[in-house]
């Protein structure tokens, strides 16, 4: 008895050491490959967003499927290209005009800190002192360059994906070895897919419209960077909970900095404040209904994991990454416990109620 006893044991312990190594493993390639990882999940959201297109514009306008498809990755290269580039000459003016305002930012911050006591004033300045700001710019600088590349890669990728998109269903066929099962497991992508779209198609044109006012309000107020503000307020818009807070809080100091006046600085970032709150509260939620049906919990741990891994494009794919994770945890019976805690009321979306999903997978 106690043998047996010793021996399960053992085994308990090898499985949870083994379990410990494959975890190790999956964290070290996650990181070591997070530029390829990054640029194939950012392409999959795209085939993704373009299969339904493609899908629609076939059907309803009785357009070939080739000349859909292939004016499709078209686009896709010329908007992604067209994003690299624009984004790479804002990086370049915030890098120029930060050089250009490095000084006026320092005459700017004892007044902005006076009210703090003169200790306190002390320590923000020294504390800012030492920050590295021309390594922190050199970086952005390198990242941003990044981008093209990375672009051209995700390029390659949706090239790749439509081209293996004919033989799709065949592979699933065979490697499930049941048609039944093949058509199931077709209905859990197809849901994740549209899922994951509804949320995006939604998000960005609640970003644009936000985009848009803030970029207005710096326009009006006649400041500088109001494009790179605007590029900087829908990027972080996309990012749940934490992002609009953070884009209110840069064009808040940003107002400061390039004015170094306190009322206008009030006036705008109670401007900025007002838009994020009512489009965040108001729009947002009413556009996007029961979309996710995610735990809010949840998506803040997504948020802090993904963001650790991958850094900011991580934070942007935490939630796409948050809802194929739930839809499948549903479909599988030992992971559906972890389905049920990552939706909202304990009731974890399998796609199975949108009749969309199964007219795709049939």
Not at 30 to 50: E, G, H, K, P, Y
Not at 218 to 239: C, Q
Request: aromatic share 8%; proline share 3%; net charge negative.
């Amino acid at each position: 008895m106690e043998q047996t006893n010793d021996s399960v044991l053992r085994e308990r312990l090898q499985t949870g050491f083994l379990g410990i190594i494959a975890f190790s493993l999956l964290m070290f390639m996650l990181v070591q490959a997070r530029f390829i990882l990054i640029s194939l999940a950012i392409a999959i959201i795209l085939f993704s967003l373009t299969s339904d297109a493609i899908h629609a514009i076939s059907t309803r306008l009785k357009v070939p499927n080739w000349l859909a498809t292939t004016l499709a990755l078209i686009g896709i290269a010329l908007g992604l290209l067209w994003i690299s580039t624009t984004i790479l000459a804002q990086v370049n003016e915030i890098v120029f005009l930060a050089i250009s305002y490095a000084e006026q930012a320092q005459a700017a911050l004892p007044v902005l800190t006076e009210r703090l006591g003169a200790e306190a004033q002390e320590r923000i300045i020294t504390a800012l002192t030492n920050f590295n700001i021309t390594g922190w710019i050199r970086s952005l600088a390198g990242q941003a360059s990044g981008i093209l590349s990375g672009s051209v890669l995700v390029i390659l990728f949706v090239g790749f994906m439509f081209a293996e998109q004919v033989w799709f269903p065949v592979k699933v066929e065979r490697l499930t070895g049941d048609a039944e099962r093949a058509v199931q497991v077709r209905r859990i992508i197809a849901s994740i897919m549209h899922r994951v779209n509804r949320y995006l198609v939604v998000k960005t044109g609640v970003s644009a419209v936000t985009s848009g006012l803030v970029w207005g309000i710096f326009n009006i107020a006649g400041l500088e960077l109001a494009t790179a503000v605007a590029i900087l307020t829908f990027v972080l818009n996309f990012v749940p909970s934490v992002g609009s807070i953070v884009a209110t809080v840069i064009s808040t100091i940003l107002v400061f900095v390039l004015t170094g006046d306190t009322t206008l600085t009030v006036v705008i970032g109670i401007a900025i404040t007002v838009v994020q709150f009512v489009i965040g509260n108001i729009l947002d939620p009413m556009l996007l209904g029961q979309t996710l049906r995610l735990s809010s919990f949840g998506i803040i741990l997504s948020l802090a994991f993904w963001g650790a891994v991958w850094g900011v494009p991580g934070m942007f794919l935490a939630v796409p990454i948050m809802v194929a994770l739930m839809i499948v945890c549903a479909h599988i019976p030992w992971l559906r416990p972890a389905a049920v805690m990552l939706s909202r009321e304990g009731l974890p979306d399998d796609g199975s109620e949108d009749p969309d999903d199964a007219q795709m997978a049939a």
